[in-house]
């Protein structure tokens, strides 16, 4: 069983700062792409960052400069520091992960539960 546990969502005001976590549990062999996508209400989920194994990183050009995506592959966790947060950043984010279980050669795609982003004034 592998499980993504996310954490540090919150209400905050324009232009402050969050931190989001998520961490990759259960029978784990090795984790490809690691990644953030966020749900506003009444719109598509969308990418707002990815990492790759090798450190590579993509982002949504909203975000660009403002947030920053990292992992840890000891501790098999994935972050986003997000910076001077806009109104229209308020969503769930959610986390998202390829990965090798222990014993298998196939990747598969897992998802976090989510958490709640909300910037408003």
């Known amino acids: 069983q592998v499980q993504l546990v996310e954490s540090g969502g919150g209400l905050v005001q324009p232009g402050e700062s969050l931190r989001l976590s998520c961490v990759a549990s259960g029978s784990i062999g090795s984790i490809n792409v690691m990644a953030w996508l966020r749900q506003a209400p009444g719109k598509e989920r969308e990418l707002v960052a990815r990492i790759i194994s090798d450190g590579s990183t993509n982002y949504k050009d909203s975000v660009k400069g403002r947030f920053t995506i990292s992992r840890d592959n000891a501790k098999k966790t994935v972050y986003l520091q997000m910076n001077s947060l806009k109104p229209e950043d308020t969503a769930v984010y959610y986390c998202?992960?390829?990965?090798?279980?222990?014993?298998?050669?196939?990747?598969?795609?897992?998802w976090g539960q989510g958490t709640q982003v909300t910037v408003s004034s």
């Open positions: 998202y992960a390829w990965i090798r279980r222990l014993g298998t050669v196939t990747t598969s795609e897992y």
